[in-house]
């Protein structure tokens, strides 16, 4: 028998240099809205009262964007994001693109690969998650662009920062100029499926890398034919760029189609 694990992803979201604090718009904006009550400014979440407002787009691809407009450059440190308070849509990963002039827009980069960096999102629709980024980013508008959901795009924003640099925020990448390479980020399944398992505790699910509470799970065919298969399903089409693989037990598969 072999054993066949899929799709694993480890992310650290590590402090900018000081706490900040929240930033206020002076406008949002955007690449269109699904309706006048799920628009722009139903996705600022300092908007006194604001426990279920979200913006949702017109369309669902990952073309779309909000954008937040600042009155003058601000240094910001970290985000906070929330789904559509009861609705199960909310947005799993995103990447950061901002401007100092609104002019010429960069995207917000991993400082370790110098290519744009995909953000952790939300796991539900209601909890507030922060993202702490790894260094100082100065913009004058910034842009949350979703590239991966569940059922739909819906997203609540905030940011975290200053109007003036503080002493030791490292304000920049590092890296020598934007690529255009915007990266890749782990694909979440919506469901597993293949063409039999050994046991229900080593079956489709099991094999599933990005499960919550993933520890020593994996997917063991019925036999060990090479007609064997898992299948992960998505919930919209995806662009792939690769595979990570780990076996299970001792045993591990060396080779494999896709």
């Known amino acids: 028998m072999w054993k066949f694990l899929l799709f694993i992803a480890a992310v650290i979201a590590r402090p ?35 426990f279920i407002g979200y913006w949702r787009p017109y369309h669902e691809n990952t073309d779309q964007y909000l954008q937040v407009n600042f009155d003058q450059p601000v240094y910001i440190d970290g985000l906070e994001t929330r789904g559509g308070h009861g609705t199960n849509r909310y947005v799993r990963w995103y990447q950061l693109e901002y401007t100092e002039d609104r002019s010429n827009w960069q995207f917000y980069l991993d400082p370790n690969t110098c ?43 905030r940011f975290l ?43 489709y699910d099991d094999g599933n890398l990005l499960a919550p509470g993933y ?16 299948q992960a399903i998505f919930d919209q089409p995806m662009y792939i760029d690769g595979v ?4 299970g037990g001792g045993y591990y598969v060396r080779s494999y189609q896709l």
């Open 161 to 203: 920062g200053h109007t003036q640099a503080s002493d030791g925020d490292l304000v920049g990448s590092g890296c020598a100029a934007n690529n255009g390479d915007t990266g890749s980020a782990p694909l979440t399944p919506d469901n597993m499926t293949g063409t039999s398992c050994f046991l229900s505790s080593d079956c």
């Open 244 to 247: 990570e693989t780990r076996g």
């Open 215 to 230: 520890s020593d799970g994996y997917w063991k065919a019925d036999d060990a034919y090479i007609n064997q298969y898992l």
């Open 16 to 50: 900018a240099s000081s706490t900040g604090a929240y930033l206020t718009p002076g406008s949002m904006t955007g690449s269109g809205c699904s309706s006048s009550s799920h628009c722009y400014d139903d996705a600022n979440l300092l908007t006194p009262g604001n």
């Open 115 to 157: 290519f744009g960096k995909h953000l952790p999102g939300n796991t539900d629709s209601h909890t507030i998650i922060t993202n702490r980024l790894d260094y100082t980013i100065r913009a004058k508008s910034i842009r949350v662009r979703p590239t991966s959901w569940h059922l739909d795009i819906a997203v609540a924003v």
